[in-house]
């Protein structure tokens, strides 16, 4: 099992020097690629980004003329790709009239890779994003569909295989925006509140990926990136890629063209709105008058973390104190208080502080717990003033 640290010092770092809200983001990269570790490699929902997701459907491998694979041009169309993830919704917006066909190849090393089609409308796989509380940016989503096969023919291996071709893991599919006020770092799958399911069917390899709603950028020049042979995430999309600061053309690096593509979207740029385009800049960046506001709640949560329990009762107004035993219950060994309250106790426990501040919310609320000689736990319910 890895720590941060570990993760952090095997990514590949940009060359340039990066922003706190940069920063944060690659912080909250490396947490996920530890979430992931820690979960079976094919998983069903996503809950928070930038965690992946992979179709549960891995259809057993059914090979095309003697063991032959889906020759380009012969692939499931996106539609069926859908279907056969079980997404019906999705399956009927590719062939809605948002809906794009457009079948274009690239080779990458051993590999043929095909963007399918792409398509826009409402959120139909149930992806759900934390950055949709409070916020006015469209809630429709952008999806997209590739095939993965190998230049000799052969099938891909299936997802469970024990060496599969193409994994969440070691590959990255992401928009771009080829526009100078668009960078890399900001605009990408991560930012995007990305998703992507992965689907093993006739010796193909299908991947679908979904972000937020693309067209209000039609006008920037968006892009697929796709990424084989990728490990690290946002640093292979920063470091396999360069962009013009002032044309904003995006092109993979010299000696990378082999495990770097790049996909022209073709998206009617007559849809773009800018209006809706700084509604889900202000969103993914963190800026905007919601945002201000998130860091005001920030800022007061910050400072009640410095509280000590004794400026808590020399400042606060007492609501309810209770003392507790060590009960079995539905979360375990523990103190089960208040209106379900739990604090965990193990075999070899022992509290740090005999008496400390537990708890505290942006509204003031604040929970005291004091560990008690005889087991039991004083646990007191406090509301302090706050700006």
Same mark, same amino acid.
């Given at each position: 099992? +890895?720590?941060?640290?570990?993760? %952090?010092? &095997?990514? #590949?770092?940009?060359?340039?020097?990066?922003?706190?809200? #940069?920063?944060?983001?690659?912080?909250?990269?490396?947490?996920?690629?530890?979430?992931?570790?820690?979960?079976?490699?094919?998983?069903?929902?996503?809950?928070?980004?930038?965690?992946?997701?992979?179709?549960?459907?891995?259809?057993?491998?059914?090979?095309?003329?003697?063991? +032959?694979?889906?020759?380009?041009?012969?692939?499931?169309?996106?539609?069926?790709?859908?279907? =056969?993830?079980?997404?019906?919704?999705?399956?009927?917006?590719?062939?809605?009239?948002?809906?794009?066909?457009?079948?274009?190849?690239?080779?990458? +090393?051993?590999?043929?890779?095909?963007?399918?089609?792409?398509?826009?409308?409402?959120?139909?796989?149930?992806?759900?994003? @934390?950055?949709?509380?409070?916020?006015?940016?469209?809630?429709?989503?952008?999806?997209?569909?590739?095939?993965?096969?190998?230049?000799?023919?052969?099938?891909?291996?299936?997802?469970?295989?024990?060496?599969? *071709?193409?994994?969440? @893991?070691?590959?990255?599919? @992401?928009?771009?925006?080829?526009?100078?006020?668009?960078?890399? %770092?900001?605009?990408?799958?991560? &930012?995007?509140?990305?998703?992507?399911?992965?689907?093993?069917?006739?010796?193909?390899?299908?991947?679908?990926?979904?972000?937020?709603?693309?067209?209000?950028?039609?006008?920037?020049?968006? =892009?697929?990136?796709?990424?084989?042979?990728?490990?690290?995430?946002?640093?292979?999309?920063?470091?396999?890629?360069?962009?013009?600061?002032?044309?904003?053309?995006?092109?993979?690096?010299?000696? %990378?063209?082999?495990?770097?593509?790049?996909?022209?979207?073709?998206?009617?740029?007559?849809?773009?709105?800018?209006?809706?385009?700084?509604?889900?800049?202000?969103?993914?960046?963190?800026?905007?008058?919601?945002?201000?506001?998130?860091?005001?709640?920030? *800022?007061?949560?910050?400072?009640?973390?410095?509280?000590?329990?004794?400026?808590?009762?020399?400042?606060? &107004?007492? =609501?309810?104190?209770?003392?507790?035993?060590?009960?079995?219950?539905?979360?375990?060994?523990?103190?089960?208080?208040?209106?379900?309250?739990?604090?965990?106790?193990?075999?070899?426990?022992?509290?740090?502080?005999?008496?400390?501040?537990?708890?505290?919310?942006?509204?003031?609320?604040?929970?005291? %717990?004091?560990?008690?000689?005889?087991?039991?736990?004083?646990?007191? =319910?406090?509301?302090?003033?706050?700006?």
């Amino acid at each position: 099992m +890895g720590n941060v640290y570990d993760e %952090m010092e &095997t990514m #590949q770092w940009p060359e340039h020097e990066l922003t706190r809200a #940069q920063q944060d983001r690659i912080l909250e990269q490396a947490l996920g690629r530890i979430r992931e570790d820690r979960q079976p490699e094919v998983t069903v929902r996503r809950t928070r980004r930038p965690v992946w997701r992979l179709a549960a459907a891995a259809a057993a491998l059914c090979c095309l003329c003697a063991g +032959g694979v889906a020759a380009a041009g012969h692939f499931l169309a996106p539609t069926q790709v859908a279907q =056969q993830m079980e997404q019906r919704d999705l399956s009927a917006l590719f062939v809605g009239p948002d809906a794009v066909q457009v079948e274009e190849t690239q080779q990458a +090393g051993d590999y043929t890779v095909t963007l399918l089609g792409l398509t826009s409308g409402a959120n139909v796989t149930e992806y759900w994003s @934390s950055d949709w509380e409070e916020t006015d940016a469209p809630r429709g989503r952008s999806y997209a569909v590739l095939a993965v096969s190998r230049r000799d023919g052969t099938p891909m291996a299936d997802l469970d295989a024990e060496t599969p *071709d193409v994994t969440v @893991s070691n590959s990255l599919v @992401s928009p771009v925006l080829g526009a100078p006020d668009c960078p890399l %770092m900001d605009y990408n799958v991560y &930012t995007m509140n990305g998703a992507r399911r992965d689907l093993v069917e006739e010796g193909g390899h299908y991947i679908l990926v979904e972000t937020d709603l693309l067209e209000p950028f039609a006008d920037k020049n968006p =892009q697929l990136a796709v990424v084989l042979n990728s490990t690290d995430g946002i640093s292979d999309l920063l470091n396999g890629y360069t962009q013009d600061p002032e044309t904003g053309t995006i092109a993979p690096k010299a000696g %990378m063209e082999s495990r770097c593509l790049l996909f022209d979207l073709p998206i009617d740029e007559s849809k773009a709105d800018p209006e809706q385009a700084a509604a889900l800049r202000d969103q993914w960046l963190g800026t905007g008058v919601a945002a201000e506001e998130n860091a005001d709640g920030q *800022d007061l949560l910050d400072d009640l973390a410095t509280i000590t329990p004794e400026q808590v009762r020399a400042q606060g &107004t007492l =609501q309810s104190t209770e003392t507790v035993s060590i009960t079995d219950g539905v979360y375990g060994m523990g103190w089960y208080y208040g209106d379900g309250g739990f604090q965990a106790s193990t075999a070899d426990w022992e509290p740090q502080e005999k008496d400390r501040v537990a708890m505290w919310s942006d509204a003031g609320q604040v929970v005291l %717990m004091t560990y008690n000689p005889d087991d039991t736990m004083t646990v007191e =319910q406090w509301l302090v003033p706050v700006p």
